[in-house]
């Protein structure tokens, strides 16, 4: 059976293409299935289910149960669909597809993997709706189960050229060094754009980059793997502005997650880093604050949740989408690449 988190995603878009400027315009949908490009890659996305679930068994019932437990949570797939759709944007035939589907599979492992990580680093106790894995299984079982995730990951990235697996290792570089510039960063009210750009660009934006970089150059599409590069970066950048705009504003059922998780925790994220700029109250609450619940948390989230404040942050992520927009608007016409132009727009749109 097809991904049902998937196809309730792909359902969602409308269709859309991008004129000679790489601005997004509507046309008008003829068939459910035509006017949904990401139907398109529907045999891709069923091919790469079916070996993501191989890949996360083991024969160690713990640590399959964990992977299941996480992987098969309700999560968007969002990483291996963007990488098939650049692929097939890119002219990738059926030659390499395999090669394709494991390099879409090895970024949704790695994303697992560090949801794991950050769930143990955070404490974080709910992940899509659910009790985290953290919870249910301690810290040592999901450290290794995560590791393993890893190393799933690079088995299957262990067969391409060398310079693919650099790309996909370099990305693992900048997702551990991103995760410990935010952790230096933590309830530092002295946080800046350019540092919250720093982390953001290496733990969520590497991944939609290396993703791209990849795909480009499995099509065949050696000149565009650049641009794809610049086109997974602003992506990236433009989802995780989007996502910590969302954990402010909620709901809970929504985002799977409570509200202000990241404040509680003392992330640095977007709405902090810009309220923080822009009202010295802010700084004086976040230098009190425990995490807690309480009135000055929830004064906290009052004050984040300013409309002037909610807009620069958007202003901000769709910044991004215009150049993810012009950056695409390189690409030859064809489906694939009017899916990818919705997927970028639905990004920015998500719940506000």
Do not use: W
Not at 73 to 94: E, H, N, Q, S
Not at 171 to 181: F, K, N, P
């Amino acid at each position: 059976m097809p991904n049902p988190t998937y196809f309730d995603s792909a359902a969602k878009f409308n269709c859309c293409t991008l004129d000679c400027v790489g601005n997004l315009k509507q046309i008008s949908p003829v068939n459910h299935d035509r006017a949904n490009p990401l139907h398109i890659v529907a045999a891709e996305m069923r091919r790469a289910e079916d070996k993501l679930a191989e890949l996360i068994d083991s024969r160690e019932a713990l640590i399959a149960e964990i992977c299941r437990y996480l992987v098969n949570a309700g999560g968007k797939r969002l990483r291996p669909t963007f990488v098939l759709l650049i692929y097939r944007a890119c002219g990738g035939g059926d030659a390499r597809l395999e090669d394709a589907i494991d390099a879409a599979i090895a970024m949704e492992l790695i994303h697992s993997a560090t949801l794991l990580h950050d769930d143990i680093i955070d404490a974080g106790t709910v992940r899509r709706g659910k009790p985290s894995a953290f919870t249910l299984y301690g810290l040592g079982p999901s450290l290794v189960a995560g590791d393993y995730l890893f190393a799933r990951a690079f088995e299957l990235c262990g067969k391409f050229e060398d310079e693919l697996v650099r790309i996909a290792a370099q990305a693992c570089v900048q997702l551990t060094e991103g995760e410990v510039m935010e952790g230096r960063l933590r309830r530092n009210e002295q946080v800046t754009i350019d540092d919250y750009l720093g982390v953001i660009s290496r733990k969520t934006a590497s991944l939609f980059r290396a993703g791209a970089q990849v795909a480009a150059q499995l099509a065949g599409a050696l000149t565009k793997a650049s641009a794809m590069g610049r086109l997974g970066e602003a992506f990236g950048l433009a989802f995780q502005m989007i996502d910590d705009l969302l954990d402010i504003l909620g709901p809970e059922e929504k985002i799977g997650k409570p509200v202000g998780s990241d404040l509680r925790a003392g992330i640095p994220s977007l709405p902090v880093v810009l309220g923080v700029e822009r009202d010295s109250r802010l700084s004086k609450l976040l230098r009190a604050e425990t995490g807690a619940d309480g009135p000055g948390f929830e004064r906290l989230l009052e004050l984040l949740r300013a409309p002037e404040l909610v807009e620069r942050a958007r202003a901000m992520a769709l910044e991004q989408v215009t150049v993810a927009r012009k950056t695409l608007a390189e690409l030859r016409p064809s489906p694939y690449r009017d899916s990818l132009a919705a997927l970028i727009e639905e990004q920015v749109h998500r719940e506000l």
